[in-house]
T-cell receptor
């Protein structure tokens, strides 16, 4: 079993839709949870960063962590064509090493 | 512009040849990483360095070597390239806020 599981998609939605992206992880020692966005032929860039359980909101993006079920979510409201990218979840334990999910490809159609 | 610079951006390499992928950062981050990204497998850690003068093995280190002579540079060397090393390679550095990635090197071994 991989440490971090993520549905690869692709996920196709119309512009304006609410998008839900999800990951599960296996190690309860993970404490830091991140979402990266990767445009085609570019490196991943940090989108959201949360510590422990709870929600964090940044504009149209909300990151949610449920440590009891080992479940990480990213919600995108009012999705735009410019949100079309691959979204990678990542988890981090006590050290600085990140473990990434495989990424979900999102396509937002005008 | 602060960040990670990788070179070359792409390369076609004959099997058996030696190749060094270059990575330079200007953020004075202590920790640096090399990942490869393959379709369906996500980002996999090859080697890492927590500080200048030290290196460690990641998930898929075989066939690769790294050095960290100073804080800014973290080259990745393929001693004798094989077709299974065809991939996109990303260098990253980290601070407490997360990882910063380069734009990647697209390597094809034929």
């Amino acid at each position: 079993q991989k440490e971090v599981e993520q549905d690869p998609g692709p996920l196709s939605v119309p512009e304006g839709a609410i998008v839900s992206l999800n990951c599960t992880y296996s190690n309860s020692a993970f404490q830091y949870f991140m979402w990266y966005r990767q445009y085609s032929r570019k490196g991943p860039e940090l989108l959201m960063y949360t510590y422990s359980s709870g929600n964090k909101e940044d504009g149209r993006f909300t990151a949610q962590v449920d440590k009891s079920s080992k479940y990480i979510s990213l919600f995108i409201r009012d999705s735009q064509p410019s949100d079309s990218a691959t979204y990678l979840c990542a988890v981090r334990g006590a050290g600085n090493m990140l473990t990434f999910g495989g990424g979900t490809r999102l396509m937002v159609k005008p | 512009i602060a960040g990670i610079t990788q070179a070359p951006t792409s390369q076609i390499l004959a099997a058996g040849r030696r190749m060094t992928l270059r990575c330079t950062q200007d953020m004075r981050h202590n920790a640096m990483y090399w990942y490869r990204q393959d379709l369906g497998l996500g980002l996999r850690l090859i080697h890492y360095s927590n500080t200048a003068g030290t290196t460690g093995k990641g998930e898929v280190p075989d066939g690769y070597s790294v050095s960290r002579a100073n804080t800014d540079d973290f080259p990745l060397t393929l001693a004798s390239a094989v077709p299974s090393q065809t991939s996109v390679y990303f260098c990253a550095s980290s601070s407490n806020e997360g990882y910063t990635f380069g734009s990647g090197t697209r390597l094809t071994v034929v």
